[in-house]
């Protein structure tokens, strides 16, 4: 099945700078989304992307769908500690309610040094 | 309030014991997923179902079962659990867009 390359793995960062992460696949994507867990819950969905070349912002968070559809990059700017959490990417190549071919990445752990 | 629950929240349980998780929603999603959560593997798809009375095999099936006979509920069994489903275990449903995950079970098999 599809694979796809969550990088960096962890992140060790300062309170106030900007983040970034991403995913490529050798596989194309039609949706790419992103999730953050927080310690001891379940993903919370975080940004959707649905056309390649798009651009999405959800606060601090931008996310954008790869022109080759094989990738997705989420930043998150001015971290902050609530930040902390596992990042994780999820692309899918269908529509059928995420049943064919939603694939996880393996997360990237973000890790706020006061 | 709407949303979807897992439980118990921690088990702890014997190799060679039956266990079931559960799963409920409200938002009466067509679709619900489970998915097994360990270091080094990210989120793994374990089972999934389109609707009731329709399931289909994930990525890792062996050594579960799961059924739907109501849309809301999605219970996991691990018939005869093993040391190796110790792990941290996630319902989701979906919308036909995004899926919503439960808080998960952490279950430890000694």
């Not at chain 1, 960062?13 to 927080?38: A, H």
Request: proline share 4%.
């Amino acid at each position: 099945g599809q694979q796809l390359n969550q990088s960096p793995q962890s992140m060790f960062i300062q309170e106030g700078e900007d983040v970034s992460m991403n995913c490529t696949s050798s596989s194309i994507f039609n949706t790419w989304l992103w999730y953050k867990q927080d310690p001891g819950e379940g993903p919370v969905l975080l940004i959707a992307l649905y056309k390649a070349g798009e651009l999405t912002s959800n606060g601090r968070l931008t996310a954008q769908f790869g022109i080759t559809r094989k990738d997705s990059f989420l930043n998150i700017s001015a971290s902050i500690p609530s930040d902390v959490g596992i990042y994780f990417c999820a692309g899918q190549l269908g529509s059928g309610g995420g049943a064919d071919g939603l694939t996880f990445g393996k997360g990237t752990h973000l890790i706020i040094q006061p | 309030d709407a949303g979807i629950t897992q439980s118990p929240r921690y088990k702890i349980t014997e190799t060679g014991r039956q266990v079931t998780l559960m799963c409920h929603q409200t938002w009466s999603h067509s679709y619900m997923f489970w998915y097994r959560q360990d270091l080094g593997h990210g989120l793994r798809l374990i089972y999934y179902s389109a609707a009731a009375d329709i399931t289909d095999k994930g990525e890792v099936p062996d050594g579960y079962v799961v059924s739907r006979s109501k849309t809301e509920n999605f219970p996991l069994t691990l018939e005869s659990a093993t040391r190796s489903q110790t792990s941290v275990y996630f319902c989701a449903s979906s919308d036909h867009e995004k899926l919503f995950f439960g808080s998960g079970t952490q279950l430890s098999v000694l």
